[in-house]
């Protein structure tokens, strides 16, 4: 088989194809042996996937903003997280602080009773 019979054998395909089926490609396997292969798709099918993109594409959306709204919400809390450890850190100071005086308060007392006793 040539080019032109490969080309008049297409044609007969495409116009023999019942009205339910498209024709997607016909890919020519080995060129030297003038073997084709048609591949058909029910129009049915094509729909469906259509279809299921679409629905795909909405939930891909919808997850895509509840993402967004999670990452909003962990920055919030890593936020909130840090400030609660400053303060904590801030409290903690002024406890060794006020340890530390509390100390330094006994001592002198300690100091006076031996100044004194």
Do not use: W
């Not at 990452?71 to 602080?97: P, T």
């Not at 006020?98 to 100044?115: A, H, V, Y």
């Amino acid at each position: 088989m040539n080019r032109n019979n490969v080309n008049s054998l297409s044609q007969s395909l495409i116009v023999s194809c019942p009205s339910s089926y498209l024709l997607v490609s016909i890919p020519i396997a080995d060129r030297t042996s003038s073997h084709c292969t048609v591949n058909l798709v029910n129009k049915d099918q094509l729909e469906i996937l259509c279809s299921l993109r679409a629905s795909v594409s909405v939930e891909k959306d919808a997850i895509s903003t509840e993402l967004d709204k999670v990452k909003g919400s962990l920055k919030l809390a890593e936020d909130r997280a840090k400030a609660h450890r400053e303060e904590v850190n801030k409290l903690l100071m002024e406890k060794i602080e006020l340890q530390g005086e509390g100390i330094n308060q006994r001592e002198k007392m300690l100091e006076r009773e031996r100044e004194f006793g």
